[in-house]
């Protein structure tokens, strides 16, 4: 007897993946389980195996088994980063098709990434690493400038730092240490990479790996430098205007890198930067693109990145692969300013703007803001569809124009001692 069309989501509470996943399956008629990344002292008020604490991968396994065992799935798949390594354990565990729990943790893990690029010869930035505890006054001397500081295992360019001479790198390193002890990392047992700076313009690559062939679903241009200190990501656009032949290299080098993970099934997301000796892979992750920004993807007759993906997940047959649709572009709203999210104005105008789809404010009213490279959030999205890139990108570019955003300061915390 066939198992159920059923599979299991990995999930966190503030996952922008989530919805799309979850309505993907429902198109298809898939039964989706979710489970969400939740820390053991808000588990109580949840029901067993529901809710599971991704930090805790062992214990975390069980459950997920466990559960299961009563709701038989057909593919576990993570929607973002935080369960990537999860999935492969519990995939790996009830013999469903996944990648290697191994090579699921050298993309989640960039000190392992980079180990295993220079193993297999993938042109990479050749890391250092430093334990998060140590003193950057004495590693400063050996290093050469300018270079990026960033965490092992953090995502969306947080706590990623181009630092340009021996002050700078004290003061990133410092930061980096700060960033991950406000997320509750162990410091005794965290590492901080530094790497050379890979000067050039960036790409995206969207693709789906099956039985280890990679499948390129879109290359993006990131038409904006990202050249630091901190690398905020703007506007995506696909199809990508640069010649076939730098695109075939692209492609070639984003293959070879999940070949050096171990990287076999399912989507892929690789940021790679492009100068005069080629591609260089700044990281490949065994997921699909973040935040809101694969609304603008549509494959073959109309299916969304997210059906593809469940589709390719239970083995129902996908007539074809192609983008259709011209071209298309997000843009990930720059946050411009630390704070607190009074308003927004401008959002009709944005949206009367032609080629643009949609824009969607996702900060709330009255939250705080983080600029990178602390923040963790997007502010919106602005989506847009045209005849070629170009023109996407100025639709973007001109939508964006039009938006303002109040944001009030923080106010310092006065103790009660002192207010008079
Ligand atoms: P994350 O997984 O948090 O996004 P990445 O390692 O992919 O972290 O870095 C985020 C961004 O920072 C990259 O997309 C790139 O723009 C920039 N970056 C990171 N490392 C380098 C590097 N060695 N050289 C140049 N830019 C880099």
């Not at 008020?45 to 396994?61: C, I, L, M, N």
């Not at 969207?206 to 990679?214: F, S, W």
């Not at 905020?232 to 205007?241: D, G, L, N």
């Not at 310092?412 to 207010?419: D, G, T, Y």
């Amino acid at each position: 007897m066939n198992p159920p069309r059923r599979v299991l989501l990995l999930t966190t509470p503030t996952s922008y993946r989530t919805r799309a996943f979850v309505d993907a399956a429902e198109r298809l008629r898939i039964q989706a389980l979710v489970v969400e990344d939740t820390p053991e002292v808000l588990r109580v008020s949840r029901p067993a195996g529901f809710a599971v604490d991704f930090g805790q991968p062992e214990r975390a396994t069980e459950e997920i088994v466990r559960l299961v065992a009563e709701l038989p799935v057909r593919a576990v798949i993570p929607v973002d980063d935080a369960g990537t390594v999860l999935a492969a354990r519990v995939a790996t565990r009830l013999g469903l098709p996944s990648n290697d729990p191994d090579a699921a943790l050298a993309a989640r893990d960039k000190w392992l990434m980079r180990q295993r690029f220079a193993a297999a010869g993938v042109r990479a930035p050749q890391a250092q690493a430093f334990p998060a505890l140590a003193d950057p006054r004495e590693v400063v001397a050996d290093l050469r400038f300018p270079c990026v500081v960033k965490p092992t295992r953090l995502s969306g360019s947080r706590g990623v730092i181009r630092t340009d001479g021996p002050d700078q790198f004290v003061a990133a390193f410092e930061r980096v240490r700060h960033i991950l002890a406000s997320d509750g990392i162990d410091l005794a047992q965290a590492w901080i990479l530094v790497e050379p700076f890979v000067p050039g313009f960036e790409v995206a690559v969207e693709g789906l790996l099956t039985d280890g062939r990679l499948h390129v679903l879109a290359i993006f241009d990131k038409p904006d430098p990202l050249d630091g200190p901190y690398f905020e990501e703007t506007i995506y656009v696909t199809p990508s205007r640069l010649p076939e032949n730098v695109q075939a290299r692209i492609v070639a080098t984003t293959a070879e890198a999940a070949r050096a993970l171990g990287l076999w099934t399912g989507p892929i997301h690789a940021e790679l930067r492009v100068n005069e000796s080629g591609p260089w892979v700044i990281e490949i992750a065994g997921r699909s693109i973040g935040g809101l920004c694969s609304r603008i993807l549509e494959f073959g007759t109309g299916m969304t990145l997210e059906e593809l993906i469940l589709a390719h997940a239970v083995g129902d047959p996908v007539p074809t692969i192609a983008r259709r649709g011209g071209a298309a572009g997000v843009m990930m709203i720059p946050i411009p300013a630390r704070g607190i999210l009074k308003d927004v104005e401008g959002l009709e105008r944005a949206r009367a703007v032609p080629g643009i789809v949609d824009v969607e404010i996702t900060a709330r009213r009255n939250h705080r803001i983080v600029p990178l490279p602390e923040g963790a959030s997007y502010l919106g999205f602005i989506f847009a569809r045209g005849d070629d890139p170009a023109a996407v990108e100025d639709s973007l570019r001109r939508a964006h124009r039009h938006l303002s955003f109040r944001i009030a300061p923080e106010l310092p915390v006065v103790p009660l001692a002192s207010r008079r």
